[in-house]
């Protein structure tokens, strides 16, 4: 009931072209749904996040989409470039414990020039 | 602020050895946690801390693999033994309380064991 459920594992788009990746998850306790983005040999870093008491969140070219009755929460990046082509993580964390992170299982994204 | 640091960014060493990575939380951030990387499992956590008491260590997979926070600017993992099964990026993120969960990563420790 912890886990969060990523797809696809990797993504190749055209520049321009609008990616989508997409999370679930069980557990309705998750009430802050981070992304992050990793670039080869670096930490990942927060990108964007989403309560569950809204449905979009846009922060530039990037938006989170969220369904709470699905359990599902979606990324897209408009418009993108070569310089988005990195690892992408959605996450998910509750009240309590910490606020541990619960990672998916990330997206490689390839973004042709 | 420099960010998370982490140290050696590259690490080699060969089977049986003990391994000590390095790291240093932003200042003012009370959570500290430990994460492994590698291709089959993802980020794993292996153990957070908070005001240098850890907390949860349930992800430790070995007795071989210990960490300690002996101040609020400091902390390491350690390996020992180390094992090839070992080899992985490692992690250390912190993060201030009274957030809903933003954690600020370091650049991370290769690990490779021969």
């Not at chain 1, 989508?20 to 040999?41: K, V």
Request: with cysteine; charged share 20%.
């Amino acid at each position: 009931q912890q886990q969060v459920k990523q797809s696809p594992q990797s993504l190749i788009v055209q520049k321009g072209g609008i990616p989508i990746i997409n999370c679930a998850y069980e557990n309705t306790a998750f009430d802050y749904f981070p992304w992050y983005q990793q670039f080869p040999g670096k930490g990942p870093a927060l990108l964007i996040a989403i309560r569950p008491d809204v449905s979009e969140k846009k922060e530039g070219r990037f938006t989170i989409s969220f369904n709470k009755s699905a359990k599902q929460f979606s990324l897209h990046i408009m418009d993108s470039q070569p310089g988005d082509s990195a690892t992408y993580f959605c996450a998910a964390s509750r009240s309590g414990s910490a606020r541990q992170l619960t990672f998916g299982s990330g997206t490689q994204l390839t973004v042709l020039p | 602020d420099a960010g998370v640091i982490q140290s050696p960014r590259h690490e080699v060493t060969e089977m049986g050895q003990e391994v000590t990575l390095r790291c240093k939380p932003i200042s003012g951030h009370d959570y500290l946690f430990w994460y492994r990387q590698t291709m089959m499992r993802g980020l794993e956590l292996l153990i957070y801390f908070n005001n240098n008491v850890p907390i949860d260590d349930s992800g430790m997979p070995e007795d071989r693999f210990s960490a300690k926070m002996p101040n609020a600017s400091f902390s390491t993992l350690k390996i020992q033994p180390s094992e090839p099964r070992d080899s992985a990026v490692y992690f250390c993120a912190s993060r201030p309380t009274g957030t809903l969960g933003e954690q600020y990563f370091g650049p991370g420790t290769r690990l490779t064991v021969t």
